[in-house]
C-alpha cells in the first residue's frame, strides 16, 4: 500500500522560504509516476502547484514557477518543496500525492498545515 | 488560465442523483480527456473519485460517474447517501504539463 506523509516547520515567516519533505513507502518513487504538490488555502478549494516525473524533470504552476522548486531524493525515498519569498497568501494546507500521467493523483498524503506570519 | 467553475453548491435527498458540473475551456477541460474528481470530507485529504473523464479507481462505487461534453465535465452521485455529504472537486490537465482543479462544490444530503 502507498502511504505519504509531509513534515516540515508549521510556522514561517514573511520573505522566508518554506520548505517541506515527502515521504513515500510502499513504492519507489525512482521506479515510476508523478510526485506533486498541491495546497488548499483555509475554507478554500485546491490548487495545484508542481509535480516532479520519477526521472527528475519537474513542472510548476505558471503563477508560482518563479518561486518553486520540487526535488527528488531517491536514497531516502522522498521528495521535496521549497517556496521562497512567501506571504500569507500562501498560508494553506499542503499535500504531497502521486500523480499519474500529470493530469491525477491516486494516493494522497494527510496534509501539513503551513502558516505564514511574523 | 484560471480555475475551472464549478457550483458551489448541490443538494440532494438520499436515494437520489445528484449531478456537478465542471466547466473549462477548449484548452483544458474541452481539450484532453483527463479529467479527475476528487471528494474531501472535513479536516480530510481528497480522495480521487474518477479520472480520465469517466474511470473509477478500484474500491470507489459505481453510484458515481463521470462524463463530458463540450468543455463542460460533469460527476453524478446516484442513490445519494449521508456519507456522499461532502466537497467534490474536478480536474484537468491543461497542455505543458499543467493541471487545473475546480473551486470546489459542496454536496449537502437533505
Known amino acids: 500500500q502507498v502511504q505519504l506523509q509531509e513534515s516540515g516547520p508549521g510556522l514561517v515567516k514573511p520573505s522566508e522560504t518554506l520548505s517541506l519533505s515527502c515521504a513515500v513507502s510502499g513504492y519507489s518513487i525512482s521506479s515510476d509516476f508523478y510526485w506533486g504538490w498541491i495546497r488548499q488555502p483555509p475554507g478554500k478549494g485546491l490548487e495545484w502547484v508542481g509535480s516532479?516525473?520519477?526521472?527528475?524533470?519537474?513542472y510548476y504552476s505558471p503563477s508560482l514557477k518563479s518561486r518553486v522548486t520540487i526535488s527528488l531524493d531517491t536514497s531516502k525515498n522522498h521528495f521535496s518543496l521549497r517556496l521562497t519569498s512567501v506571504t500569507a497568501a500562501d498560508t494553506a494546507v499542503y499535500y504531497c500525492?502521486?500523480?499519474?500521467?500529470?493530469?491525477?493523483?491516486?494516493?494522497w498524503g494527510q496534509g501539513a498545515l503551513v502558516t505564514v506570519s511574523s | 488560465q484560471s480555475a475551472l467553475t464549478q457550483p458551489p453548491s448541490a443538494s440532494g435527498s438520499p436515494g437520489q442523483s445528484v449531478t456537478i458540473s465542471c466547466t473549462g475551456t477548449?484548452?483544458?477541460?474541452?481539450?484532453?480527456?483527463?479529467v479527475s474528481w476528487y471528494q474531501q470530507h472535513p479536516g480530510k485529504a481528497p480522495k480521487l473519485m474518477i479520472y480520465d473523464v469517466t474511470k473509477r479507481p478500484s474500491g470507489v462505487p459505481d453510484r458515481f460517474s463521470g462524463s463530458k461534453s463540450g468543455n463542460t465535465a460533469s460527476l453524478t452521485v446516484s442513490g445519494l447517501q449521508a456519507d456522499d455529504e461532502a466537497d467534490y472537486y474536478c480536474?484537468?490537465?491543461?497542455?505543458?504539463?499543467?493541471?487545473?482543479f475546480g473551486g470546489g462544490t459542496k454536496l449537502t444530503v437533505l
Open positions: 500525492a502521486r500523480g499519474l500521467s500529470g493530469s491525477f493523483f491516486d494516493y
Open positions: 477548449s484548452s483544458d477541460v474541452g481539450g484532453y480527456n483527463y
Open positions: 516532479i516525473y520519477h526521472s527528475g524533470s519537474s
Open positions: 480536474g484537468s490537465y491543461a497542455g505543458s504539463n499543467n493541471m487545473f
